[in-house]
């Protein structure tokens, strides 16, 4: 078998299924250069959306004459990199299952190099849930680490842009309780994200909590009406610390003079 590396919007993350050989923690452990080094790939099967993590990219960046096959199933060009030797407009699933019988039917190995990835993969968890352990104080991070704890069955966890999602996707780990992950990528626009959320609410079933940064949240503050007008039940955590925070990962959060003004833009909402 080969390692999957499961995007926190893939829909493989949350639900219960034989997690052998996924890897939900590369977001953490791909920013590890001698790891990224050592562990080229030869062929990379991409499904669907462009992959959330930076770290992702980069590693694909850096293994650029990796043999890769995009698969589409929308019929779009989902491939703004052009690292893709392949673009293929299928189904995605009804390929998986065209190329089952060529696998053959004896068991299959797990090679050294799929093996690197899990070792990589449980010490990655455990550092991270160690790590969420000893934080006593606010940290965003941790919000997903307790939500993925808190969440019941069934849930529905959206993520909105900007650090939400990226933090859903470095603590926010795979397990038995089913939880349906969403966001918008798309533009990855901070826009419509609360009307967007609260229509998944109206069309699911179970419970639904949307975690959200400040600024995102006061620009789609409007789509709160849809509560009152569809009956609404949602839980919004609010991310609140006061403007961009993904920003300050920048270079220019170096400049004192201008960086609040042009890049965090802090509202002083409470
Ligand atoms: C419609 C739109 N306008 C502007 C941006 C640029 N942008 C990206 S992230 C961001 C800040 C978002 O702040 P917040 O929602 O509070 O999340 P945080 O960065 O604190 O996680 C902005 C303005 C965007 N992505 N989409």
């Known amino acids: 078998g080969f390692p999957i590396l499961a995007d926190p919007l893939s829909g493989l993350r949350g639900v219960p299924h034989d997690h052998a050989l996924i890897v939900d923690s590369y977001d953490a452990f791909l920013r590890d250069a001698a790891w990224v080094e050592r562990y080229a790939p030869d062929l990379v099967l991409r499904i669907g959306a462009m992959p959330v993590a930076k770290p992702l990219l980069l590693y694909l960046q850096r293994h650029g004459s990796a043999h890769q096959i995009v698969i589409d199933g929308d019929g779009g060009w989902n491939e703004p990199t052009l690292l893709a030797a392949e673009l293929l407009h299928a189904d995605a699933r009804l390929l998986c ?12 190995r797990t090679s050294e190099w799929a093996r690197s990835w899990q070792a990589a993969q449980r010490a990655t968890r455990a550092a991270i849930d160690a790590h969420m352990r000893a934080i006593d104080g606010l940290f965003e991070g941790k919000v997903f680490a307790e939500l993925r704890e808190l969440l019941p069955e069934g849930a ?26 969403l966001g918008n990528r798309g533009a990855n626009g901070i826009d419509g994200v609360v009307s967007s959320a ?27 009406l849809a509560t009152k007008l569809h009956q ?3 839980t919004i955590v609010l991310l609140n610390n006061d403007g961009g925070g993904i920003f300050s990962f920048l270079p220019q959060a170096a400049d004192p003079e201008h960086f609040e003004a042009l890049f965090g833009t802090p509202t002083g909402l409470d």
């Open 198 to 224: 609260l229509g998944a609410a109206a069309a699911g079933q179970g419970p639904t909590v949307l975690a959200i940064g400040d600024l995102s949240f006061y620009h789609d503050s409007n789509g709160l």
């Open 232 to 234: 609404i039940d949602a």
């Open 97 to 108: 299952e065209a190329l089952l019988p060529a696998l053959g039917t004896a068991a299959p």
């Open 156 to 181: 529905l966890l959206y993520a909105g842009n900007s650090m939400p999602i990226r933090d859903l996707d470095t603590f926010f780990a795979g397990g038995e309780r089913a939880v349906r992950l």
